[in-house]
């Protein structure tokens, strides 16, 4: 079975400055691996997927995020924030039955402080 | 393209009245169909899921129901709401392969007072 791990519930970080959004997982399988955000009352944007190759993925916007098999673990950086990145922060990971169910993580919602 | 609408958007509901929460997907054909919910603080929890019309799958084990009566649209009902039912809700489509991502609808704030 699938699950995901996301240590840190909340993360504030300063303007400008670097951060980095854990998420590890757990799969008896290979997986395909995803990072979600969402702002306040709105539903969710897919910003990056790994699926496979290169390990390293990048979104349109600064975000980042490392496939690590051995570490199991997809983690999201960035490194130099903006105010408008503060959200709510998901991992997720896919499962193998037909409807290709996502399984999440609890999220990470990130502060941006001025 | 693709868009993905739920409504209402929000929603006051005694406990014990019936609930009716809607989504629909425009721009592509024979999509997977999903409902989630969130809860204040915690992460999301898949309801129910669709692979075609009339075909629902439950995740777990609650006094909700879903349909799919038409390709494109899913529902999300209940006879009789708790105050545990409230929470956000989210609709979302996927095409089939388990390395498509989800897509989102806007959510549905539900309260049941």
């Known amino acids: 079975a699938q699950s995901v791990t996301q240590l840190d519930s909340q993360v504030p970080v300063f303007e400008e400055a670097p951060v980095e959004l854990r998420c590890n997982y757990s799969s008896s399988v290979s997986v395909y691996l995803f990072w979600y955000v969402q702002y306040p009352n709105q539903g969710l944007q897919l910003l990056l997927k790994y699926l496979s190759g290169s390990t390293l993925v990048e979104s349109i916007n600064g975000f980042e995020a490392e496939f690590n098999k051995s570490q199991t673990s997809f983690h999201l950086r960035k490194p130099s924030v903006h105010i408008s990145d503060t959200a709510e922060y998901f991992c997720a990971v896919s499962g193998l039955r037909g409807a290709n169910n996502l399984f999440f993580g609890t999220g990470t919602r990130l502060t941006v402080i001025p | ?113």
Request: charged letters at 10%; proline letters at 6%; glycine letters at 10%.
């Open chain 2, 1 to 113: 393209s693709q868009t993905i609408h739920q409504w209402p958007a929000t929603l006051v509901q005694p406990v014990g009245s019936p609930l009716s929460l809607e989504c629909t997907v425009e721009g592509t054909s024979n999509p997977n169909l999903y409902w989630y919910r969130q809860a204040a603080g915690r992460g999301l929890q898949l309801l129910f899921y669709s692979v075609g019309i009339g075909q629902i799958s439950s995740e777990v084990p609650q006094n909700l129901s879903a349909s799919r009566p038409q390709d494109r649209q899913f529902i999300l009902s209940s006879k009789k709401l708790l105050l545990s039912d409230s929470g956000f809700y989210l609709c979302a489509w996927s095409r089939g392969g388990g390395y498509n991502e989800q897509f989102f609808g806007p959510g549905t704030r539900l309260t049941v007072l």
